[in-house]
């Protein structure tokens, strides 16, 4: 409990959550700003349009033009996604 005298914060790189800073969690996280910014640059995307990129595979390192479309942010967060395929 963050209020009891003995609490001791972990900021371990392992782990799952918010702050996870995994390896693999950071590449994704790389890949999935990669992503936004190339539709930025090729004039699909711009900053504060208030969309999210939308990876239709699933795997957000597959930064492929086909691959790529920009959708709303409830309508993407609302995808259905599994462990094996990414989206069901």
């Given amino acids: 409990m963050p209020s009891s005298k003995n609490y001791i914060r972990d900021y371990s790189s392992k ?3 918010k702050y996870d800073k995994s ?3 950071m590449k994704d996280n790389r890949a999935r ?3 936004r910014y190339l539709l930025e640059k090729s004039g699909k995307a ?3 349009d208030g969309k999210d990129v ?4 699933g795997n957000p390192r ?5 691959n790529l479309r920009l959708i709303g ?3 993407n967060r609302s995808i259905k996604r599994n462990k094996q395929a990414g989206k069901a």
């Fill in 15 to 17: 782990g799952e959550g």
């Fill in 46 to 48: 711009s900053r504060g």
């Fill in 62 to 66: 597959d930064n492929s033009k086909n």
């Fill in 33 to 35: 700003k990669k992503a």
């Fill in 73 to 75: 942010r409830a309508r």
């Fill in 54 to 57: 939308d990876h239709k595979n």
């Fill in 23 to 25: 390896p693999k969690r």
